[in-house]
């Protein structure tokens, strides 16, 4: 009788223990309002850095280890208000690490995308924090097609025009001893454009085809660009953004690129880097154009 007893107080205590748990889970916090952020490095003479937040630790993420023409990845949720915020030098000595690039206090509104770009020289204190507010709702391009905007980064520009052919359609021509490879369509109605995009602005989005992904005809974009209203080509870069589809039976969706229809993404316009500065690598000695996807397909 005595262990029968024991045995029921024991039984009572886990009925009450779960009740517990069972009002914990029925009764959930709400979840706070945020902002939604990422983080470009378009720095020409620093190279990687480091993204903080400083008032607080909850709900405000940290962006490490961000590369000259890096991104922090998709966007993240942070708290909204006015927030004291500091780039840093990225680096494993102590000195360098503690050398502040940039200290000053951004506003975030609930429910509004932002990117946050690090741009310019730190030489002569020529470097900004700029932060640009993006759609909340991203456009849906047509079937088959894929949407892209421009975003200009590079300060030497001035504002600048986009044009973008398939590198098919792409032929290469004789210029003296060398031999350059011109679109054949640059200057046709068919080599699509974006005009006339200031200094660390956005252009609107334009809808151009998804490229074939069978062999033979595997294609990308070449993008060419323009000081405004010039002829004059200042750079040509081609995409390497092929984008993937999901293996069978993946439970998530493709990844964004000029492959794959439905894709919405920004071609970001960024500068040389500055000689013989920690930014300087042979992949960013010349300026160039790299593709950052907006949004997500099918997560």
Known sequence: MRFKVIGALALTSVGLIACKNDNGVT?????????????????VDTGTVDFRFIDKVENLPTFLGVAVRGTSGGYQRVAPGTRPVRIFVNSTNATEAQKRLIDTTITLVADTRYTLVYAGAARGNADRLTVLTDPFTFPTPPAGQIAIRA?????????????????????????????IPQ?????????????????????????????????????????????????????????????????????????????????????????????????????????????????????
Request: charged letters at 10%; glycine letters at 8%.
């Open 27 to 43: 009764n959930p916090r709400d979840i706070p309002p945020a902002a939604l952020i990422r983080f470009i490095n378009a720095g």
């Open 151 to 179: 975003l200009n980064l590079n300060g030497t520009l001035g504002a600048a025009d986009v044009r973008f052919a398939p590198t098919d359609t792409i032929k290469p021509t004789k210029v003296g001893a060398d031999t």
């Open 183 to 299: 679109p054949r369509n640059v200057y046709a109605p068919l080599a699509t454009m974006i005009a006339n995009t200031p200094y660390l602005s956005y252009s609107d989005y334009v809808n151009i085809p998804a490229l074939a992904t069978a062999s033979p005809k595997d294609s990308l974009y070449q993008f060419q660009v323009f000081p405004a209203g010039s002829g004059t080509l200042s750079f040509r870069t081609t995409s390497t953004q092929r984008g993937t589809l999901p293996p069978a039976g993946a439970t998530y969706g493709p990844q964004p690129g000029v492959q794959i229809p439905g894709s919405v993404m920004t071609a970001v316009l960024f500068p040389a880097t500055t000689a013989g500065s920690p930014a300087r690598t042979t992949a960013n000695a010349n300026p160039g154009v790299v593709l950052i996807p907006d949004k997500v397909l099918n997560p």
